[in-house]
T-cell receptor, first 110, second 112 residues
Framework: ELKVEQNPLFLSMQEGKNYTIYCNYS?????LYWYRQDPGKSLESLFV?????AVKQEGRLMASLDTKARLSTLHITAAVHDLSATYFC??????????FGTGTRLQVFP | DSGVTQTPKHLITATGQRVTLRCSPR?????VYWYQQSLDQGLQFLIQ???????AKGNILERFSAQQFPDLHSELNLSSLELGDSALYFC???????????FGSGTRLTVV
């Protein structure tokens, strides 16, 4: 059974600092997705990573995928308050099930 | 607006009752997925339909059922509701996994 783990679960960081969220998954997959969720809201797609070594950047967020290590990272550069949200990674393992990680709740403070 | 429409947005009902949640996928998307999000279980995959046929099943209780209609909208039926069924229920649609999955705004179900 595919398991997807994220760490940390909670992250409180100061504005302007950098940090990385890690996503590990248990079986081979070439597709990994990152989503953002604000409290009580829907899931907003951030990145779709489709191959080993894939790197995508949008604003202060950069995501990468290492399929051999079964690891994806979401790097936050110079955090701002607007980035406060819960971030999920998800893997679909070439089946029709998208399995989500536990989520990382990010809080950025002044 | 993501293009995936879910109704109703909020639902409050009593234990033992039955409810139906509705989802209209983005135009052109043939696949519909249902997810349950609760504080203790996180985001759990329930079931997937592709062009009217069930394609994959996850942790869906026997009290729950779903279907996808010829116009591609989908309904999730929850019966004999229990307090523990209180959660956010999301629908997502996809045309092809490489393009990602688009989520609706969800239905918040409260069972009292």
């Amino acid at each position: 059974e595919l398991k997807v783990e994220q760490n940390p679960l909670f992250l409180s960081m100061q504005e302007g600092k950098n940090y990385t969220i890690y996503c590990n998954y248990s079986t081979t997959s070439d597709r990994l997705y990152w989503y953002r969720q604000d409290p009580g809201k829907s899931l907003e797609s951030l990145f779709v990573l489709l191959s080993n070594g894939a790197v995508k950047q949008e604003g202060r967020l950069m995501a990468s995928l290492d399929t051999k290590a079964r690891l994806s990272t979401l790097h936050i550069t110079a955090a701002v308050h607007d980035l406060s949200a819960t971030y999920f990674c998800a893997v679909d393992m070439n089946t029709d099930k998208l399995i989500f990680g536990t989520g990382t709740r990010l809080q950025v403070f002044p | 607006d993501s293009g995936v429409t879910q109704t109703p947005k909020h639902l409050i009902t009593a234990t033992g009752q039955r409810v139906t949640l509705r989802c209209s996928p983005r135009s052109g998307d043939l696949s519909v997925y249902w997810y349950q999000q609760s504080l203790d279980q996180g985001l759990q995959f329930l079931i997937q339909y592709y062009n009217g046929e069930e394609r994959a099943k996850g942790n869906i209780l026997e009290r729950f059922s779903a279907q996808q209609f010829p116009d591609l909208h989908s309904e999730l039926n929850l019966s004999s509701l229990e307090l523990g069924d209180s959660a956010l229920y999301f629908c997502a649609s996809s045309v092809f996994q490489n393009y990602g999955y688009t989520f609706g705004s969800g239905t918040r179900l409260t069972v009292v």
